[in-house]
């Protein structure tokens, strides 16, 4: 028996489901599904690229949420500088989605990824750069862009904090690095970065404080690295997620030495389809604070299969359709035969593999057989639970397609 290559549609896959059609009415597709609204989609793409230009900032949209062409080729018709991945695997396929610009968020240790690296500075003009905090890091990198030929390549010092992912943990620390890059044969010190994200789940401290405290941090460090020599007038100074990316854009371009302009990169992804969950409550605005009132894109389509007692419903969507890793799926609303309808009072309160429990009134008239509409929380593990996604217009027709590489 032969299977199909990876990156083939099966005629069975997408024949039954019907997710080709475009201008089809999504009631005659397969669920569970998930699907993006295309004006909530349109709407962030726009909102962000305003607000970015507005405070003179960039953006370069973290990729890894989607994994989309479709998405991100609106992210870079809006003025993206370009785009963030997380590894060099992603970071082909960002290529081959169209950017001119790759950002790896990250440092490289892989050697298949480094070999790319290498052959694509030795090959592509196109621009690449990837993060480096540590002098082991430097020498893997320098020893595998031997066959780079006189390019160089520019990376970022990452910045972090006791607790937290990559990055020097101190000042002295990451100006140890930059000078590390300037002895080297293949890199070019081009900026500095930091990720506050997971400031969340480290700081017990006041969390916007926290935030700032940390720009400040990466901001010292770039203009120690100055007044050592070691970087530019004009360096790129890099973080935000879609959480405090107003926090980032004040803060990482003051603060520098006299001649200095850094070019801010904010790096935030998941603002592309927001959600009901963290990010309705973590978002700039939803905090109140400087940020573009973003729209929640994402909604998942599920039945109901089971009402064994009075207060439960059961949906046949699951852990392989939900993301859980965030919180929890959000009941939005109910599609039944007499029509569409708000639904109160219910809350998903977990899910199995192919199951979420649904808590309900036991006066609600929700029937098996209904669909249950839900919100998710964190857009980017929803989006790697599904190859491909129809984005549809506000009256349920599908208007585009968004096929994921993950």
């Known amino acids: 028996m032969t299977t199909s290559a990876p990156d083939e549609r099966s005629d069975i896959e997408i024949g039954e489901q019907g997710i ?3 201008g089809r009415d999504l009631g005659a597709l397969a669920l569970p599904m998930m699907l993006l609204r295309d004006s909530a989609l349109q709407h962030n793409v726009e909102a962000m690229a305003a607000y970015c230009a507005a405070r003179g900032v960039l953006l370069s949209p973290h990729a890894k ?3 989309s062409p479709q998405i991100t080729a609106r992210q870079l018709r809006a003025g993206a500088w370009g785009l963030t991945v997380a590894n060099p695997q992603q970071g082909r396929l960002a290529r081959a989605f169209g950017a001119g610009r790759v950002l790896i968020a990250n440092e490289v240790a892989d050697r298949t990824g480094l070999r790319w690296i290498a052959e694509t500075l030795a090959g592509e003009a196109f621009e690449l750069y990837c993060y480096v905090d540590s002098l082991a890091g430097i020498a893997l ?5 031997h066959t780079a030929g006189d390019r160089r390549l520019p ?6 904090f006791q607790g937290g992912r990559g990055g020097a943990r101190s000042v002295d620390a990451a100006v140890a690095v930059a000078a590390a890059v300037g002895r080297s044969e293949h890199l070019r010190l081009a900026g500095i970065a930091g990720y506050e994200g997971t400031l969340r789940q480290q700081s017990d401290d006041d969390l916007p404080a926290a935030v700032r405290s940390f720009c400040r941090e990466v901001v010292r460090a770039g203009s120690a690295m100055h007044a050592a020599g070691l970087l530019s007038d004009r360096p790129i100074a890099s973080a935000g997620g879609s959480s405090w990316f107003d926090v980032v854009a004040a803060e990482l371009g003051r603060g520098w030495p006299i001649g200095v302009t850094p070019e801010v990169v904010l790096r935030s992804g998941c603002y592309v389809t927001h959600d009901h969950g963290v990010y309705a409550r973590t978002s700039p605005r939803s905090r109140g604070g400087d940020g573009p009132a973003f729209r929640p894109a994402i ?3 599920a039945n109901v299969v089971s009402r064994p007692e009075p207060n439960l419903a059961l949906l046949d969507a699951g852990r392989r359709d939900l993301p859980f890793d965030d919180g929890l799926p959000v009941p939005l609303a109910v599609r039944g035969p007499q029509g569409t309808r708000s639904i109160t009072g219910a809350t998903v309160t977990r899910l199995n593999d192919q199951h979420a429990f649904c808590r309900i009134d036991a006066d609600d008239p929700l029937a098996v ?3 249950v509409v839900l919100g998710i ?5 929803a989006f790697d639970k599904w190859r491909r996604i129809p984005i549809v217009d506000d009256a349920d027709r599908i208007v585009e397609i968004a096929d994921t590489y993950f």
């Open 20 to 22: 080709d059609d475009v």
């Open 65 to 67: 949420t989607t994994m």
């Open 141 to 145: 990198l320098d020893a595998a862009l």
């Open 155 to 160: 990376v970022l010092v990452e910045v972090g």
């Open 299 to 301: 909604e998942v389509w």
């Open 369 to 371: 057989g209904d669909v």
């Open 377 to 381: 929380s964190h857009p980017c593990t």
